[in-house]
């Protein structure tokens, strides 16, 4: 019989590399193996990742309560606040952004010394375009890092590093600070990890923020050779290097381009908060074009599954803009 732990690290290191689907059907078998050991509340935990990425919100929600309640019967406190923010995270994929954060502001009070509510604030306040926080929590949570770890300690901290590397790029590019954007992410290029998402991703990121810096040539070559590898992985990576790409193009006035690309890129995605970037994009080229319908309706699909992100608020505005204070 396979090793169970040896088991789960395949299916976590598939997961990582964006084949989540595929970790799911290696784990599902291993849950009702761990229950009774110390491993427990761990694998639960990550099976709710899996199931999260997959989109099944409802069943990731539930797998993480069972971690929950498998971490607290054990006394586990790492676990335990693990399994909290999966519950949160459930809920901040299904767009209740304002009430995660409320729950975070309070953890935050709780957990002072811990980066995962730091890192995950990080990434609503990104989403609520709050963007100088962002930057200053994410600041914060790579200083806790470093502080309890050696540089080449473990791949994963290094991957740990990258993920939040390109989040501060991100809210630095949202905010109109593309030569900010470009050394960070730069930085996180240059990381050593054990997959190439983050790569894929963050050289995307790269070439847009060249772009929008004004090297249109060296930018659109980053982006290119990124939604080649990005190909390769996974629709989700595809996808949101997709985004970037056509975002680029739509920068520089080449907008058939960039309505194919971003078409292209909202199908990919598996999470409609993750679609919103591009349906604004979208919403904004039909109303270029004097396409009032398609605007309209690509700006609605802007506003799901909220408006109270940055994205979401942005296509509220332009849908005013078209149709007038009528409830939308």
Do not use: W
Request: charged share 25%; hydrophobic share 40%; aromatic share 6%.
């Amino acid at each position: 019989m396979p090793d169970l732990e040896a088991e789960m690290e395949r299916a976590v290191s598939l997961y990582i590399r964006g084949r989540a689907k595929e970790a799911i059907e290696i784990a599902r078998p291993l849950l009702r193996r761990a229950r009774g050991t110390p491993h427990a509340a761990r694998f639960y935990r990550y099976m709710s990742e899996f199931l999260l990425a997959s989109g099944d919100y409802d069943r990731s929600r539930e797998t993480a309560r069972e971690s929950g309640s498998l971490a607290r019967a054990i006394r586990h406190p790492g676990e335990i606040l693990a399994s909290t923010l999966m519950i949160m995270a459930c809920d901040f994929y299904q767009g209740l952004l304002r009430q995660v954060h409320r729950q975070l502001e309070e953890l935050l009070h709780l957990a002072t010394d811990q980066p995962m509510p730091v890192v995950f604030m990080g990434q609503v306040t990104l989403l609520l375009g709050d963007f100088d926080r962002t930057v200053s929590l994410l600041e914060q949570a790579r200083g806790v890092v470093d502080a309890v770890s050696e540089p080449d300690a473990h791949p994963a901290m290094d991957l740990f590093r990258s993920n939040m590397l390109i989040q501060t790029g991100k809210a630095h590019l949202l905010a109109g600070r593309p030569t900010e954007a470009i050394s960070l992410i730069e930085r996180a290029m240059g990381l050593q990890v054990d997959t190439p998402v983050p790569g894929a991703l963050a050289q995307a990121m790269l070439g847009y923020a060249v772009v929008i810096d004004g090297s249109a040539d060296e930018g659109l070559d980053l982006l290119q050779d990124a939604v080649g590898t990005a190909q390769e992985i996974a629709h989700d990576v595809h996808g949101h290097t997709l985004i970037h790409l056509g975002l680029a193009h739509k920068h520089l006035g080449d907008l058939t381009q960039a309505r194919e690309l971003l078409r292209n890129a909202v199908g990919l995605l598996t999470h409609p908060l993750e679609r919103q970037e591009g349906y604004c994009g979208l919403g904004d080229i039909a109303a270029s074009f004097d396409l009032r319908s398609e605007a309209e309706q690509a700006y609605r699909r802007g506003t799901q599954p909220t408006i109270d992100s940055y994205f979401g608020r942005k296509a509220v505005g332009a849908l005013h803009g078209l149709v007038g204070l009528q409830p939308l």
